[in-house]
């Protein structure tokens, strides 16, 4: 069965230092991948989807970045937080057949900026 | 653009109650309709889907939804709530290029 991992679990970092989040997935093959930001009462915000290996679109042009360098590992990186970039983060997974819409959902990483 | 609308940003229900939490949404064609749902800091769980076929869907937990295309409308029911049903409810709409669009969610608050 496929499972997909984040860590962190949970992060606190000063304002202007580097970010990096990573997730994984296992039990599949060439998942389409994604990461949303869900900040408190304002629902999920998609920030990055990735078809294929050095594949990202970006949603939300934002202080975030994000890398794709193997099939099923997904990064998003920061040079320089925020106050605003704290926040829930959510990575997701869906396959690119059948039922290619469905998303999974990895447990999240709790991010504070202080 | 593809749209969902939650109204209701909190509901409380009594257990042992019936619930019907709604969902709106705005898109063009057929669309692939969800919902999640998230316990306090956890990813989100799929309930329910509806592609196509049969209007009302029944999912995992005891929950069922129906689409109904003249109200374009998904809302999420349940017979009964439990305790354990106390959660944040988000329903999606399919977007196209593979990404879902979410309704900014409803907190179902259960009291006993």
């Known amino acids: 069965s496929q499972t997909i991992h984040q860590w962190p679990a949970t992060l606190v970092q000063p304002v202007g230092s580097p970010l990096s989040l990573e997730c994984t997935v296992e039990?599949?093959?060439?998942?389409?991948l994604y990461w949303y930001r869900q900040a408190a009462g304002r629902g999920l915000q998609l920030l990055f989807y990735?078809?294929?290996?050095?594949?990202i679109s970006s949603e939300v042009p934002q202080n975030l970045s994000a890398s794709r360098p193997q099939d099923r590992q997904f990064i998003l990186s920061s040079k320089k937080l925020l106050l605003s970039d704290s926040g829930f983060y959510l990575c997701?997974?869906?396959?690119?057949?059948?039922?290619?819409?469905?998303?999974?959902f990895g447990p999240g990483t709790r991010l504070t900026v202080l | 653009a593809q749209s969902v609308t939650q109204p209701d940003i909190h509901i409380t229900v009594s257990e042992g109650a019936s619930l019907e939490l709604r969902c709106n949404y705005s898109?063009?064609?057929?669309?692939?309709l969800f919902w999640y749902v998230q316990s306090p800091g956890q990813g989100l769980q799929l309930l329910l889907k509806?592609?196509?076929?049969?209007?009302l869907v029944q999912g995992i937990k005891g929950f069922e939804a129906e689409f109904k295309r003249s109200q374009s409308s998904f809302n999420l029911r349940k017979p009964s709530v439990h305790w354990s049903d106390a959660a944040e409810y988000f329903c999606?709409?399919?977007?196209?290029?593979?990404?879902?669009?979410f309704g900014a969610g409803t907190i179902l608050r259960v009291k006993s």
């Open positions: 997701a997974w869906s396959g690119t057949s059948g039922s290619y819409l469905e998303q999974f």
């Open positions: 039990g599949t093959s060439n998942p389409n």
């Open positions: 990735s078809v294929g290996i050095g594949q």
């Open positions: 898109y063009g064609a057929t669309p692939y």
């Open positions: 509806y592609f196509s076929g049969d209007t």
């Open positions: 999606a709409v399919g977007a196209g290029g593979n990404k879902l669009v």
